[in-house]
């Protein structure tokens, strides 16, 4: 069966600090692999997907970015990070028509 | 690109009482998804409608989506207190990329 990874599961860094979140898969190659952000009490925002090694499609332009250096590793980072990229970061990989989700990182930016 | 409309927001439920959650669309979709996010967790995915009038059913939790397909609920059966979460729509569209799309959620909280 297959498994998500996501770490670490929570984080806290100081505004201007960098980022880098990590996902991997394990069960499955070639998979879809999406990144996530929710607000606190809010929806899912889709950030970043990926159809294969190397190949990153960003739906929101933001101070973050993305990159997939094996076929099932999915990394998000930041420069420097902003009070407002605080929230919970979720990582999903698509099977067919449905998403399954990592158990998130939580990200508070102070 | 496709929207869905969720309704309601919010909704507090004494336990035994039903809940139900509608998803819309202004297009028409090819499937709706349902996911429930405890508090805390992460989406889990519940299931999917892909057919005009489908009705599914898990124990409590009944889905149906539309004739139109624009449409969708999710209603709950004498709710429990591990009902307790959020409750998401989702539509993909066809190709290679699946990129789902989720409504904004109906938060459900269960009164003991």
């Known amino acids: 069966s297959q498994t998500i990874h996501q770490w670490p599961a929570t984080l806290v860094q100081p505004v201007g600090s960098p980022l880098s979140l990590e996902c991997t898969v394990e069960g499955t190659s070639n998979p879809n692999l999406y990144w996530y952000r929710q607000a606190a009490g809010r929806g899912l925002q889709l950030l970043f997907y990926s159809v294969g090694i190397g190949q990153i499609s960003s739906e929101v332009p933001q101070n973050l970015s993305a990159s997939r250096p094996q076929d099932r590793q999915f990394i998000l980072s930041s420069k420097k990070l902003l009070l407002s990229d605080s929230g919970f970061y979720l990582c999903?990989?698509?099977?067919?028509?449905?998403?399954?989700f990592g158990p998130g990182t939580r990200l508070t930016v102070l | 690109g496709q929207q869905v409309m969720q309704i309601p927001q919010y909704q507090h439920v004494q336990e035994g009482e039903d809940f139900t959650t509608y998803c819309n669309s202004s297009t028409t979709l090819s499937n709706i998804q349902w996911y429930k996010q405890r508090p805390g967790g992460h989406p889990v995915f519940l299931i999917q409608l892909v057919k005009s009038g489908e009705v599914k059913k898990q124990k409590r939790l009944t889905f149906q989506f539309g004739e139109a397909k624009k449409n969708s609920s999710l209603h709950i059966t004498a709710t429990q207190t591990t009902d307790v979460g959020t409750y998401f729509c989702?539509?993909?569209?066809?190709?290679?990329?699946?990129?789902?799309?989720f409504g904004t959620g109906t938060k459900l909280q269960v009164i003991p």
């Open positions: 989702a539509t993909s569209g066809s190709g290679g990329y699946q990129k789902v799309t």
């Open positions: 999903a990989w698509g099977g067919g028509d449905t998403q399954y």
